[in-house]
């Protein structure tokens, strides 16, 4: 990696730590007003100074996102069907140009791996890919899990590894509870996990746990934050995690206190 990559990578993983809590906020982009970001403005502003980084779309961040903020954006770049439609329909729909305007320090798309359009998506992220090269520009490519998928090691671990080999910079990938080590080891670029669909916090804080036990450089989390008792309380749970090396009995405990006192 040249100077320019390596310095946006350290701006979202942690040279201290080397570790990165990220917060996923794009879900609208195909599931439109979600549930905890019906109001994004209102919803992101107190969970935004305890992330390393903010997935984003460019139409959330325009109008969401206080242009002040020092948050680290990595924008999300694919897009297409609808909750409605098939998911894996996706395609390239903002410019690498665009991001540079919007000061991203990194773009991310989806890929279906064995979905209907597994080749098409793929091949996104190879012309994603060779456009950010020529900016320094970090490619996060997210294993999207279709319906009919297994979310096993199996499957998980030849997904991360095909968005490896296509040149993506960092890859975030769903855990599961057999073998995820074996995923890491398999992928020769730093995971982070997704958070997926909303489970009790503790759950929550566990599955963070053992994914960072396992080998995973953080979490990109999204429903598990924003749609909890407490998201302040809980981005700040993550954090002691990821970034403190806390037990899930102490997060747990910096959550129930946080959502207290809130």
């Not at 096993?152 to 490896?164: H, P, S």
């Amino acid at each position: 990696m040249d100077w320019g990559m390596k310095n946006r990578l350290s701006k979202v993983i942690s040279p201290k730590t080397g570790k990165t809590v990220m917060l996923a906020v794009d879900h609208g982009y195909f599931q439109g007003p979600t549930t905890g970001l019906k109001t994004p403005k209102e919803s992101l502003a107190p969970l935004l100074p305890f992330a390393d980084s903010l997935f984003v779309t460019r139409g959330i961040l325009r109008n969401c996102i206080d242009a002040s903020t020092n948050i680290p954006i990595f924008l999300r770049v694919s897009g297409g069907p609808s909750v409605l439609g098939e998911l894996s329909n996706e395609d390239i729909t903002t410019s690498m140009k665009e991001a540079l305007r919007l000061n991203a320090v990194g773009v991310g798309l989806s890929i279906f791996v064995g979905a209907k359009n597994e080749d098409r998506t793929i091949s996104n992220l190879g012309r994603l890919v060779n456009e950010a090269e020529e900016y320094g520009i970090p490619v996060l490519a997210i294993t999207a899990v279709g319906k009919e998928m297994e979310r096993d090691a199996r499957y998980l671990g030849l997904a991360c590894r095909i968005a490896a080999e296509m040149g993506a910079h960092m890859v975030k990938t769903y855990y599961c509870k057999e073998d995820f080590k074996k995923v890491v080891d398999g992928c020769p670029v730093p995971i982070v996990i997704a958070g997926g669909k909303k489970i009790p916090e503790r759950d929550a804080l566990q599955m963070a746990r053992n994914a960072i036990d396992d080998g995973a450089v953080g979490v990109d989390m999204g429903r598990n934050i924003f749609q909890s008792e407490s998201p302040v309380g809980m981005i700040q749970a993550v954090r002691a995690i990821v970034h403190e090396n806390k037990s899930v009995d102490e997060a747990f405990k910096i959550f129930n206190e946080l959502k207290t006192k809130n």
